[in-house]
């Protein structure tokens, strides 16, 4: 297309129009309907060819705009891309109520031009029909390239927007969605403040854990202290309960089981008496099913039942687990930085010259991928940039979980942000309330599964 001037005006003109149907029409109902989103047409016929001109003396292309600023990067802001949103909104709702194809907008940046601040216009062609999708997202692929990356918070929307439009088939409900995106990512924080906050953490931890012991000394001495490593009588008393009740359970479940298969035997003996086939029986079938059922329930309760015990300290072979504490200490002449302290059975104390570091990761059961928790609350969604974890699926919601420290160290709790579909534990859905993640533990995020460990990684202290 050629630029053309007469007087004041400033004319972009196609070379012909073909289509008879846009001559005929759809040129009338866009001329005497002033549309605000399309740029002005005119029709002029010279020498036995139709051509269409486009009136942009008030309005300015995007590449021209973007030639201008050599340096780019200054072209677009988050209120900018808002805007161009609102635009193609309304362009679309235009283009709907006159019964015109949205298929002739060309939504390259040499058609697109602004009018003003936050007004756009947009080019109709008549003889062209473009693949809106692949247009727009080629059209904010170059928008990338225009913002001002030192407006972080440009950056992050934009960068949203390009992803939906990306991973998304376009309709207008996507523009809606893209419109009432908030941006709120976590505060970023800085290194030194990141890394004394976990020193501050670290020294708390500390000073808990030789509370509880200098507790447990004096205890010792007046014959009324709990041994190490083992549980308060309240706790123990919860889980002997619980126990209890799944051997009851499982008790049951077995009776039940066999009662079942004895009457699966029955039938099958009294149908083939009778010389029938007992696969064809409906009734028969039945009992086989039920038998099916309550094997798979005595062997899930079974399961958790033996999962408990060893989550409450106790190895396959019976010995109680090794737990590691951290005690400071300091010395005139050398401080060390930390000090672990770890009692084995025969009460022995080990003293290290560095710190046992226990650190939580994900493991992902699909691929071995280890992702560690290193800052809280970690968040695990399919947004970028607003979650530590982020699973590209859509079955995973936005925001789906959260996994944040507990009360005590070494207490992990994992709590549900209302997904959509849903966060598991061990087969077991998380619903209302955090629950507190174990060792081994195997979390599903909608359908993908993590495993949830605590690796131990000798750090060696350095002195200065």
Not at 117 to 126: A, G, L, S, V
Not at 211 to 226: F, I
Not at 339 to 359: I, K, M, N, P, W
Not at 408 to 418: E, H, R
Request: include cysteine.
């Amino acid at each position: 297309m050629k630029i053309e001037k007469e007087g004041l005006r400033t004319y972009r003109v196609a070379a012909s129009v073909q289509n008879e149907y846009f001559l005929a029409v759809e040129y009338q109902t866009i001329r005497y309907n002033h549309l605000d989103t399309l740029l002005p047409m005119l029709i002029r016929e010279q020498d036995g060819t139709v051509k269409l001109l486009y009136d942009i003396s008030e309005a300015r292309s995007l590449a021209e705009l973007s030639q201008e600023n050599s340096s780019h990067g200054n072209n677009f802001s988050k209120e900018d891309c808002r805007c161009l949103l609102k635009s193609i909104q309304q362009l679309l709702k235009e283009l709907e109520e006159l019964m015109l194809s949205p298929v002739h907008i060309d939504f390259s940046p040499e058609c697109i031009y602004r009018t003003g601040e936050d007004e756009f216009r947009w080019m109709y062609c008549p003889d062209e029909e473009y693949d809106m999708g692949r247009e727009i997202q080629q059209f904010f692929s170059w928008m990338l390239s225009e913002i001002n990356y030192g407006d972080s918070e440009t950056v992050r929307y934009i960068y949203h927007v390009y992803w939906l439009m990306r991973n998304r088939s376009f309709s207008e409900k996507l523009i809606r969605e893209c419109l009432d995106y908030e941006d709120d990512a976590p505060e970023i924080t800085s290194y030194e403040s990141f890394f004394a906050q976990e020193i501050a953490r670290e020294n708390s931890a500390a000073e808990v854990s030789t509370d509880e012991r200098k507790t447990d000394r004096s205890s010792d001495g007046q014959g009324q202290a709990v041994g190490k490593g083992e549980k308060k009588p309240a706790e123990q008393w919860d889980g002997r309960q619980k126990s209890k009740l799944f051997l009851a359970m499982e008790i049951v479940l077995i009776i039940a089981m066999a009662l079942a298969g004895v009457t699966t035997v029955m039938m099958g003996v009294y149908l083939f008496g009778q010389g029938q086939l007992p696969f064809r029986n409906r009734y028969w079938i039945g009992t086989i099913i039920i038998v099916v059922l309550l094997a798979e329930g005595v062997f899930q309760i079974h399961r958790r039942r033996n999962g408990k015990k060893d989550r409450h300290g106790e190895k396959p072979d019976g010995r109680k687990r090794i737990y590691d504490t951290m005690e400071p200490s300091w010395n005139s002449s050398n401080p060390p930085l930390s000090r672990d302290v770890a009692e084995t059975e025969e009460g022995t104390v080990r003293l290290d010259a560095g710190r046992l570091r226990r650190q939580a990761v994900l493991k992902s059961e699909e691929s071995g991928e280890l992702f560690p928790l290193q800052s809280f609350p970690f968040y695990i969604g399919n947004e970028k940039g607003l979650n530590q974890l982020t699973i590209y699926d859509e079955t995973v919601s936005r925001k789906h979980a959260v996994i944040d420290r507990g009360a005590i160290p070494g207490m992990y709790l994992l709590k549900d942000l209302q997904s959509t579909n849903g966060t598991w534990v061990n087969h077991i859905r998380v619903e209302g309330d955090a629950v507190e993640l174990r060792e081994g533990d195997v979390v599903q995020f909608a359908v993908h599964a993590y495993r949830f460990e605590i690796s131990e990684d000798f750090v060696s202290v350095m002195q200065h």
